[in-house]
């Protein structure tokens, strides 16, 4: 089973990302980072996921609580006072561990092989963790990673959360060889939930898959308020489905950075595809890339292939 | 004296002036070294670190643990420009045999954060190379800023020309957002910057006197400084600027320095500004935390000082 410890700031997405993790990756350890909500909120959403998956062996490390440079600004609006709203979950009885997040990452990448990152949050903690030891770069998998874009962003026109929340913090990341598989707003975009989903999922008759309906809920409702369309992307499973199912996706690989100085794109993941002469046309030419490429790009998912894989793990429960 | 004034965690990239000023730190009873955590600067990590080692082996301080800290800027590249000031060994080319100690385990930034939060109120951190390891450490662990005594960083240039560039000390604009991180964090902060250093100068003569006493530290001393003098003369200064041992000093007696106080914006680096520091004297841009900036200084009686506990150190 394949190894992943999941960075995240839950979040209704991450929470699924979480959930669908559980039924076909091995978690070691759930690291939390501010974003979606402050630091005291996700990592108190973490420790109520897994008690809700019944996987309280999972232990969950609390990471950074601020980025790196800039002052947080959380996304409220989309995951509500909690960063968590919907369900009425009971208060956690589990604790968060004493160690470090950006600590456990470093020793357990450092002593086992084969591990992959899946950071669905900011990049706070891994950015510290590769500041910190950057031998943790050639140990890794890899990461298969949430945020920023090929085409347009959501916090501005041209960032997405994630990475705008830390850009600093996303420009070391994405700068340091690490093998990055990175599933954007472009791609996410293309895997969403419905009501339909919604009734899907209800009908499963589970009692985790009743709680996932009442954040759906509100987080169709959160999305539609700010777009004006009845869908929520699905962003964060989709790094771990890159994962299970690899398959599912389409990847280009292709050279990306983090623009920390723009006036207008400031957060902006600037992704280099001159050699893709054309895209968005029906004709594109391909020539050679003009940057080394250090980023696989997800640019397609199987919209119906992933809604099965999401659905089928959250029956399993 | 009874009781240290100070337990200090010396961050330091030796380095010729790191040296110096750790031999100042390890003879004066007012210091207690708890540990030295390294970093890149005036060498690559590999040299600062195996320096700092040499460092401690020479006092006979095994005790004292050396932490490797980290190896590259936040954000931009590492420059490696110190070799022309501190040779390629980071000593003056001295190219002394290596220590028999080892690096303790764990990381420089992990290291800080841990000892100050289980220490509130006691530890004071010196700094006297790039920021890196004191940006990684606020980052990890923000209670930190409560919980530290005193931060006293040598670098910046509040009202004088810079060295690494016409606006910036080269310690700022090695990371110049590690510093940003570090003067936004609100602990109470001291700036040791060219304006207090390059205001004492060290003079051939005086140097040729502290080579003649002829104890470890200074026999380690006549053989590390003569590449940076000559740098210095290089630079038409006779003699060489008290860099590092003057945030030693300023911990050991304040009152050596003016000091002002103002919020300082570190510039990030649009169109040659990287490392600039700014300090707002007149509250302008009405931003915090202040920092404690050291504009003037008693060169005379600090150099007096450090020969004084230079000798008495190893009588």
Redesign the interface.
């Known amino acids: 089973m394949t190894k992943v410890i999941i960075d995240c700031d839950p979040g209704h997405d991450d929470a699924l990302a979480i959930l669908l993790a559980g039924q076909h990756l091995d978690i070691l350890g759930i690291t939390t980072v501010a974003g979606n909500q402050t630091s005291d909120k996700v990592t108190a959403n973490a420790l109520k996921i897994v008690e809700l998956m019944d996987r309280t062996d999972i232990p969950v490390f609390r990471g ?3 980025p ?2 800039r002052k947080a600004i959380h996304a409220g609006h989309i995951h509500g006072e909690t960063g968590l709203d919907g369900p009425d979950f009971p208060t956690p009885v589990k604790e968060v561990e004493d160690r ?1 997040a ?2 456990f990452i ?1 020793q357990t990448l450092m002593a086992e092989d084969d591990v992959w990152l899946a950071p669905v949050g900011p990049l ?1 903690n891994v ?2 963790a590769i ?4 031998e943790i770069v050639s140990r890794m998998a890899g990461i298969s990673l949430m945020g920023g874009s090929l085409t347009t962003g959501n916090s501005t026109a041209t960032a997405e959360f994630n990475i705008w929340f830390d850009a ?1 913090a996303a ?2 990341v994405y700068d340091s060889g690490a093998p990055i598989k990175m599933c954007g707003l472009n791609l996410t975009q293309q895997a969403n939930a419905t009501d339909r989903e919604i009734e899907r999922i209800r009908n499963q008759g589970n009692r985790v898959g009743e709680v996932v309906v009442q954040l759906l809920e509100f987080y169709l409702d959160a999305g539609e308020r700010v777009t004006g369309v009845r869908k929520a992307a699905l962003h964060d499973p989709c790094a771990v489905a890159a994962l299970i199912q690899p398959d599912l996706l389409e990847f280009e690989a292709m050279h990306v950075s983090v623009e ?2 723009g006036e207008l794109t400031y957060g902006m993941t600037v992704c280099d595809y001159r050699h893709l002469r054309g895209f968005g046309s029906s004709q594109v030419d391909r020539g050679p890339l003009r940057q080394e490429a250090n980023v696989e790009v997800a640019m397609k998912i199987d919209e119906s292939g992933f809604l099965d894989l999401l659905i089928d793990a959250l029956g399993r429960y | 004296m009874s009781e240290p004034r100070h337990r200090i965690i010396y961050d330091t990239d030796p380095g010729v002036d790191d040296s110096m000023a750790f031999f100042l730190a390890h003879t004066s009873p007012e210091i207690e070294l708890l540990a030295l955590t390294t970093i890149f600067g005036n060498g690559g990590i590999e040299t600062t670190t195996a320096n700092a080692l040499r460092l401690v082996e020479t006092v006979d301080r095994p005790d004292i643990p050396v932490l490797r800290g980290a190896a590259k800027p936040l954000l931009h590249a590492y420059d490696g420009r110190g070799a022309m000031v501190h040779g390629s060994d980071g000593l003056g080319d001295s190219h002394m045999p290596p220590a028999s100690l080892q690096p303790a385990n764990g990381q420089a930034a992990q290291f800080i954060a841990e000892q100050i939060m289980a220490a509130p109120g006691e530890i004071t951190l010196v700094a006297v190379g790039p920021l890196t390891n004191l940006a990684l450490a606020v980052s990890l662990e923000p209670g930190i800023a409560d919980a530290v005594r005193e931060v006293i960083i040598m670098g910046g240039a509040a009202t004088v020309v810079g060295n690494a560039s016409p606006v910036a000390e080269a310690n700022i604009h090695n990371d110049a957002a590690a510093a940003r991180i570090v003067f936004e964090a609100g602990w109470p902060l001291t700036m040791v910057g060219l304006d207090a250093t390059q205001a004492t100068i060290m003079s051939s003569a005086y140097l040729d006197d502290l080579y003649a006493i002829g104890n470890p530290a200074t026999d380690f001393i006549a053989r590390i400084v003569p590449f940076y003098h000559r740098f210095h003369t290089r630079q038409g200064v006779d003699g060489i600027y008290v860099h590092d041992s003057s945030a030693i000093m300023y911990a050991i007696d304040p009152t050596l320095y003016e000091t002002r106080s103002a919020y300082v914006r570190v510039c990030l680096g649009h169109e040659g500004t990287r490392g600039q520091t700014i300090p707002d004297w007149r509250s302008q841009w009405r931003a915090e935390p202040a920092c404690n900036v050291c504009l003037g200084v008693d060169a005379e009686r600090l150099k007096a000082m450090y020969r004084e506990r230079l000798i008495h150190g190893f009588a």
């Open positions: 950074a609580q601020v790196l440079l470090h950006v600590d470093v706070t950015a510290l500041r910190q030891r950057p600093e420009r070391i920390t100085r």
